[in-house]
């Protein structure tokens, strides 16, 4: 099978191309295909003749997004329509990677895909048009909705935790935001198990399994960090509400997700949260 990569550049596309290598014949894009642009992704379409689509290319400064309309609306709503219209007149499925921050929910119950849509960021809002479109284009979709990324290729929170512990003496980490680390790895690993026997299109969900708040996910970032030799000494991590943490986009408190359905029908593996963390360390020692 050939499989496109849109957005291979990133840090999760990265992760997906070179485990993809193993199984299938790749075809990688990133900003010399713009996704929105019809004529581009058809031209690409008929040159590369892949059998199937995964759009990891998106628009993620999510605080940004909050001025950057424009730019965040053509990358996350156009893009994903663009590419189902295109894959849908050459009768190809398409792998979208979608977002927790489609949803806004109330613990302690982890959300499903049925839950209501209710995004309260600008960057939300163009997500979920963006799985709207794109379900109305093609109906041969499989759109993965996923949180609280970070991997090896590319700037994240645990990158950006390890930098602050070298040189502060103390950091503070909202703890009323609750949600599923997940390591790009991981991720990739479960968009293949689609791709390799693309059934059951629908929404599915995605995340490192077990639920923590920002402030436990660093509290363990240090406690591995420390054993692993990645950190000379540790220092107080405190804990501060979202109020405290002056953000231009809002957040939602509670962001876990339910992967019942991916496990269900695609026998996908979903790997404790703590012990994904651990291996990813291991690989930046």
Not at 8 to 22: H, I, P, T
Not at 31 to 50: G, L, Q, Y
Not at 256 to 274: C, G, M, S, Y
């Amino acid at each position: 099978m050939k499989i496109w990569i849109a957005g291979s550049k990133g840090m999760l596309g990265q992760d997906l191309c070179a485990l993809a290598r193993y199984s299938f014949e790749i075809f990688e894009s990133d900003r010399e295909v713009d996704i929105t642009d019809e004529i581009a992704v058809s031209s690409c379409i008929s040159a590369n003749k892949p059998d199937i689509i995964v759009n990891c290319a998106a628009y993620t400064a999510v605080d940004n997004a909050e001025t950057e309309t424009e730019l965040n609306h053509k990358l996350n709503a156009a893009g994903p329509e663009v590419l189902g219209k295109c894959s849908a007149k050459n009768g190809i499925g398409l792998i979208h990677i979608s977002t927790d921050y489609v949803l806004s929910g109330v613990a302690p119950t982890p959300l499903t895909e049925e839950a209501p849509i209710k995004p309260i960021n600008a960057y939300g809002m163009a997500k979920a048009e963006g799985e709207a479109l794109l379900a109305k284009a093609n109906h041969n979709h499989w759109i993965i909705r996923t949180a609280w990324l970070y991997g090896i290729k590319g700037k994240n929170f645990v990158k950006s935790m390890l930098n602050l512990m070298r040189t502060k003496e103390q950091i503070s980490v909202v703890s009323d935001q609750l949600g599923n680390p997940t390591w790009t790895h991981d991720l990739a690993m479960a968009i293949l198990k689609i791709a390799e026997n693309p059934k059951l299109p629908g929404i599915y969900h995605f995340t490192g399994d077990g639920i923590a708040s920002w402030h436990e996910f660093a509290k363990e970032i240090q406690k591995q960090a420390l054993e692993k030799k990645l950190l000379k000494h540790e220092i107080p991590i405190l804990p501060i509400s979202s109020s405290e943490w002056k953000s231009p986009a809002k957040r939602p408190l509670w962001s876990a997700l339910d992967k019942t359905k991916i496990r269900e029908n695609f026998e996908v593996q979903v790997p404790a949260w703590q012990s994904s963390l651990s291996k990813y360390l291991d690989i930046e020692k």
